[in-house]
């Protein structure tokens, strides 16, 4: 049973940026936008992909609800810890049930907790099919995959909501850094000089 801890860490300057979204939305490749404009202020900025910890610590996990859970609950205890370190943390998980992101909320803090909804059709991400998942389920060789054989709910409250399938990249990762970077001017963590020397405009 997962316990639900509260995070006590609003007076910390750090921030999560929580991407959800289905396979092949464009989660990944928001992050890696968003880090590299966060270098352009010399923030310090880590990145937590789903893949890549389902690698090494959640190698053992599965994709049953129970996992999933789990596999989430792992995820934000480490991007608690970068957070408390005062690092912008973007987080690229699916998180497909409304429960898995409360808890990511609850135990990093919802002061310090940027939801961000990427939008993108099923039938788009399928078309894309980056990493040839969508295939591999058409063929029964992937359980339980988000958006076939297990549900997506979409948030119902995120913070920010982008649209990946009609709008470009570069005009998705100004809409989130546009709000980390009202989220950081609350914490009086970012020099405002260099915000406003490297200000990004939404096309």
């Not at 497909?96 to 039938?123: H, Q, T, W």
């Not at 809409?175 to 609350?186: D, F, M, P, Q, W």
Request: proline share 2%; hydrophobic share 35%; glycine share 6%.
């Amino acid at each position: 049973m997962v316990e639900n801890r509260t995070s006590n860490t609003s007076k910390n300057k750090g921030v999560a940026v929580w991407l959800t979204g289905l396979s092949g939305a464009g989660k990944t490749t928001i992050a890696n936008a968003l880090h590299e404009k966060l270098k352009l202020l010399n923030a310090n900025c880590k990145q937590l992909d789903g893949d890549l910890l389902r690698n090494g610590i959640n190698a053992g996990l599965g994709f049953s609800d129970e996992d999933r859970l789990e596999n989430i609950r792992r995820a934000a205890e480490i991007a608690k810890l970068f957070v408390e370190s005062d690092f912008v943390t973007i987080c690229s998980f699916i998180t497909p049930k409304e429960k898995m992101r409360k808890l990511a909320r609850e135990i990093i803090g919802k002061d310090n907790f940027i939801e961000v909804y990427v939008n993108c059709s099923f039938e788009e991400c399928e078309k894309r099919d980056v990493k040839g998942l969508y295939n591999k389920a058409r063929g029964g060789t992937i359980a339980n995959f988000t958006g076939m054989t297990s549900s997506f709910d979409p948030p119902a409250k995120p913070d920010i909501v982008i649209d990946t399938e009609h709008k470009s990249i570069e005009t998705c990762t100004t809409i989130v850094y546009n709000k980390l970077i009202e989220v950081l001017r609350s914490k009086n963590t970012i020099d405002e000089n260099t915000v406003a020397e490297k200000k990004f405009s939404i096309s």
